[in-house]
């Protein structure tokens, strides 16, 4: 049935012989009946509401005063088990979870809002920046906050045991300090860089797990950049059918992209990410002090991301990227980033769509990667690949900001080569391999492009 015939079908069905054999003036006064006990229940549901919102702003008062998170996952799943079990009727108890999950983010908007303008009025720039990744039983919450690395047990619920994961670029105490707000946690310190996301260090965390007697009820939480949140995050996939999963990024590139989404996996058999699942975390923690400590190439790579996201759909922050010291405007960057990301991946969180704007820069980016053999990092790699993709206005405005935050600007492989190794790992399909293309700053279009197309359009750039 198309959209247009849906209107037509249903009156059809209420006036006229419905389905059940009732004819048409007794199932329209069925109908009547309904209507007006939903009414009624309607009018009924609107006072409780208001009086619902009043005791929510009672809670937000005293969190504001004592300094409390708005969100509280652990007290809101209990409130759920327990609302849940009042519903009689199998059939209908999961609309019920989802309703009440619904009502719940819709107090915490309320509560945040409640927050902001107070901090507003006192004239102070908001300390704390939460929102909820919005998939229905899959909804998380996301906040970014200075100093939050040493409250992060107070954000996971950590009365349970914890699988701590850290690799060894990353400076000890951000792990340790994590440690020490859970109840029983359990550090595994992996070796940094990619090789990492294996199926050795894998199995290393389900050891760990295992010998630790971890139960369905305990959790994992990654502290590190993508690595070890892909990484981490595949594990507690994978570990009993699924544990919950936290993380803590340590990165910029892994703050502003890949913590949230819920995209994990490790490498195998050479292939980047090949074994992997889409599985969402239960919380994510953002606290940008940790990247005093990271490299500036590293904050660069990262930053190519947060590009990438303006680029596609934010000319606002696009604009103000290019008229600041990026690293003076970092939570900005990030919280910009963020909100690009959340409200994609809420339209698709299976990249059936939408979320493949994401994806800009990476096609030819992928091939670089692989033809300059780890000398780039991802975050170049991405930076280098959006060059080609992009009309000439852009990428003169790109190049400004690569140039100021020191991104490559040139690619100096070998552009068939490149090409090939990007084409390797995209299924070349009839018409193409779908690209996303920018001609204006937050503005993308998705294209079929042959092979041929891309590598014209990579010689145009660099004529190697
Ligand atoms: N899941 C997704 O959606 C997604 C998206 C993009 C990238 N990724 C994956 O992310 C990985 C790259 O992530 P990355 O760029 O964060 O790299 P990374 O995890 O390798 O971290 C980069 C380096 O920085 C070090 N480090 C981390 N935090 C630090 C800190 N605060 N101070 C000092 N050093 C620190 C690490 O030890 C490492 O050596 C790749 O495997 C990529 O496939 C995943
Ligand atoms: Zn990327």
Redesign the pocket.
């Known amino acids: 049935m198309n959209q247009n015939e849906a209107p037509d079908k249903l009156s059809e069905n209420l006036s006229g012989k419905a389905p059940d054999g009732l004819t048409g003036e007794a199932a329209e006064s069925l109908l009547d009946e309904a209507r007006c006990e939903i009414n009624g229940i309607d009018r009924e549901m609107a006072e409780l509401f208001c009086r619902r919102m009043a005791a929510v702003r009672k809670v937000a008062q005293y969190k504001a005063a004592h300094g409390l998170p708005i969100t509280d996952r652990a007290r809101e799943e209990e409130v759920i088990r327990r609302n849940a079990a009042l519903i009689g009727d199998e059939a209908i108890r999961p609309d019920y979870i989802a309703f009440l999950r619904e009502t719940m983010e819709v107090s915490k908007e309320y509560q945040r809002r409640l927050l902001a303008a107070k901090e507003t009025s006192a004239g102070g720039t908001p300390g704390r920046w939460e929102t909820v990744m919005r998939l229905r039983e899959e909804s998380y919450p996301i906040t970014v906050e200075r100093g939050a690395l040493a409250r992060a047990g107070e954000y996971f619920a950590p009365d349970r045991k914890a699988l701590i994961v850290t ?5 000890e105490e ?1 792990a340790k300090r994590v440690a020490a707000g859970c109840r029983e946690a359990h550090l595994v310190s992996i070796p ?3 090789a990492s ?1 294996s199926p050795e260090t894998l199995f290393l965390l389900i050891d760990a797990m295992m010998q630790n007697n971890f139960t369905r009820g305990d959790c994992a939480i990654a502290v ?7 990484l981490t995050g595949f594990a507690a996939s994978c570990y009993m059918r699924g544990i919950d999963f936290y993380n803590i ?3 910029l ?2 703050q502003v ?2 913590s949230i ?1 819920g ?3 490790i490498d195998y058999g050479g292939i ?2 090949i074994v992997g699942a889409f599985y969402q975390p239960k919380g994510v923690l953002i606290d940008p002090d ?2 005093k ?3 500036e190439r ?1 904050i660069a ?2 930053l190519a ?1 947060a590009i990438k996201m303006a680029v596609c759909f934010d000319r606002e922050l696009f604009e103000r990227i290019e008229a600041s010291n990026a690293e003076q405007i970092l939570d900005e960057i990030i919280i910009g980033s963020l909100r690009i990301k959340q409200a994609v991946v809420e339209k698709d969180a299976k990249e059936a769509g939408l979320r493949r704007a994401l994806n800009f820069g990476h096609t030819i980016g992928h091939g670089i990667e692989a033809e300059r053999g780890g000398e780039l ?3 170049e790699c991405v930076a280098l690949g959006m060059l080609p993709m992009c009309g000439g206005e852009v990428r003169r405005r790109l190049l400004r900001i690569y140039e100021k935050v020191g991104l490559p600007c040139r690619f100096d492989g070998d552009v068939s080569r490149a090409i090939a190794a990007a084409a390797h790992d995209k299924k070349a399909e009839d018409g193409g391999i779908r690209v996303i293309t920018v001609e204006r700053v937050g503005e993308f279009e998705m294209k079929r492009e042959t092979l041929a197309g891309l590598e014209s359009r990579a010689r145009a750039v660099w004529g190697n």
């Open positions: 690799d060894s670029g990353v400076p951000y940094e860089g990619e996301k590190g950049g993508g690595v070890v949140g892909d990024p340590t990165t590139l892994s992209d890949s989404g995209k994990t996996a980047k990410n940790v990247l400590t990271l490299p590293q790579a990262g991301e990092l991802h975050g």
